[in-house]
């Protein structure tokens, strides 16, 4: 793994619904400091990825709108490293169009595909799991997609089958792909010790990237190619509002992962979440003795059990 060829894509367009009102519309959760640290989801996912590549290699994908905040927010991210997208169209344009993006600067290179608003608390083992990916995929050609030990079941997150080794000891081979179960689904995947939850983190080659496309998704496959003499001009402004206005709105996961035959996953267990709700927020922040979580310097509780307050700035709140 040479970290020169290794780039990282942050999805950074999603609008955050499932944390109103907090999050809104106008400044959705990815650019909000939801624990308290002082770095927002965003810059928290920048700061991660730091280690494993260099910083002119990590770029993010947004809605247009989104693009000053992302500037705002990663100061020292390049102009040419923000790519917009003009209309929501799910997942697999959004990693269609930054691999061709990043194939045109780099044909030898491998690819981290995270989220911008999700939550790692174990860097160490989270850059380990990476770095094996990140082997698997170079070694094969193959899409790599990391995969957490599942602690209870449950029923808000997709999940992976696996088994076999691949090869290269810690990584497995996939065998399906499980939409959110039900309650009692959930309990036998996790008795049967043979299912994983899916992190919605992946690592790919950009050849292996292309071939899947090709193979699954070819007609958008197809029309990225198309603006490859656009990439990195002012053309590829107008090239990319005409593309997305005509290419289909899918995520990565139905078009391309649930298809492909070659997708491996690496179990790990580095403190993850996807923050999908104000529920799993609450299971990872600090909580008093009476499971009060509280998010604030000015905030004051009393006679309250198992409950949440989230205050941004320096507001009083007395509960």
């Keep these: 793994m040479d970290p020169k060829h290794t780039y990282c894509v942050i999805m950074a367009g999603g609008i955050g619904s499932r944390f109103w009102p907090m999050s809104r519309t106008a400044c959705p959760k990815q650019f909000l400091d939801f624990l308290g640290l002082g770095r927002t989801l965003i810059q928290q996912t920048w700061d991660r990825f730091l280690p494993i590549c260099p910083p002119e290699n990590i770029l993010v994908v947004t809605n247009e709108r989104y693009a000053s905040m992302v500037k705002e927010q990663l100061p020292d991210m390049a102009d040419a490293n923000i790519l917009t997208e003009p209309l929501r169209k799910n997942t697999a344009p959004c990693v269609a169009y930054a691999n061709h993006v990043i194939s045109k600067r780099d044909a030898n290179a491998s690819i981290i595909v995270a989220s911008s608003d999700h939550l790692v608390l174990k860097d160490a083992e989270f850059q380990g799991v990476i770095r094996l990916a990140l082997q698997q995929a170079g070694t094969m050609d193959c899409i790599v997609t990391l995969g957490i030990r599942p602690n209870r079941p ?3 997150y997709g999940y992976i089958q696996y088994g076999g080794e691949a090869g290269i000891p810690g990584v497995q081979r996939v065998i399906s792909f499980r939409e959110k179960p039900d309650h009692a689904t959930a309990e036998k995947f996790v008795a049967s010790g043979d299912f994983l939850w899916n992190s919605g983190i992946f690592i790919a080659t950009a050849k292996g990237l292309h071939h899947a496309f090709a193979e699954h998704l070819p007609a958008m496959e197809l029309r990225f190619a198309q603006g490859a003499a656009s990439y990195g001009t002012p053309a590829e402004r107008a090239f990319i509002a005409e593309a997305y206005s005509t290419c289909e709105s899918i995520s990565i996961d139905y078009g391309v992962m649930e298809k492909a035959k070659n997708v491996f996953v690496v179990p790990g267990d580095f403190g993850w979440s996807d923050l ?15 499971g009060n979580a509280a998010i604030g310097a000015m905030v004051r509780l009393h006679d309250c059990t198992n409950t949440m307050v989230h205050v941004q700035d320096d507001r009083l709140v007395v509960l």
Excluded at 276 to 290: E, F, I, N, Q, R
Aim: aromatic share 12%.
């Design 154 to 156: 449950d029923t808000g």
């Design 276 to 290: 999908g709700t104000w529920g799993s927020l609450y299971t990872h922040v600090p909580k008093d003795a009476h």
